[in-house]
């Protein structure tokens, strides 16, 4: 069995009003990222981020949730290590934290939203592109389905 490849730091995000809470649909509201709204909606979410009484840019988990919060969000998808980011934003105030946040994940969003949109536009094309990998997935499901139903004892799929 595979194991699974989780980057330990940003295995949970956390929410951008409750920072001592993991991102999540059941919490909802302001302080949650959907991949599907408006690029402007987030940005927006993201300016609101909470933030503390501070000025200093820096991780730190427990004096600092929300900056490092937002550290994390800047290094996961950025690419540049929190130690980077926090000498790049020495002396600089929350407003350009949140402002890089914004855009860089804008620009990760924006490609996919628009992807999902487009098919959502087009039921046809949709409904294609899930035939074509059901097509592709179906002999290789197959050929795990006969080994399971071998080892089990049942008889195989009639279809």
Do not use: C, H
């Not at 730091?9 to 009003?17: E, N, P």
């Amino acid at each position: 069995v595979p194991e699974a490849y989780i980057v330990k730091g940003t295995a949970k995000i956390l929410d951008l009003q409750l920072p001592d809470k993991q991102m999540s649909k059941s919490i909802g509201g302001q302080g949650v990222l959907w991949l599907l709204d408006d690029p402007q909606v987030n940005a927006k979410k993201i300016r609101s981020a909470v933030t503390d009484g501070e000025t200093e840019i820096r991780y730190d988990l427990t004096a600092k949730p929300g900056v490092t919060n937002l550290l994390t969000i800047l290094s996961a998808l950025g690419g540049d290590s929190i130690e980077t980011l926090e000498k790049d934003f020495a002396g600089r105030g929350y407003g350009d934290l949140k402002a890089a946040v914004s855009e860089v994940f804008v620009a990760m969003a924006t490609p996919y939203r628009e992807r999902v949109l487009a098919y959502l536009e087009q039921p046809a094309e949709l409904d294609e592109a899930l035939a074509t990998g059901a097509s592709k997935a179906r002999p290789i499901a197959a050929e795990t389905l006969a080994a399971v139903y071998d080892r089990v004892g049942f008889l195989p799929a009639t279809r």
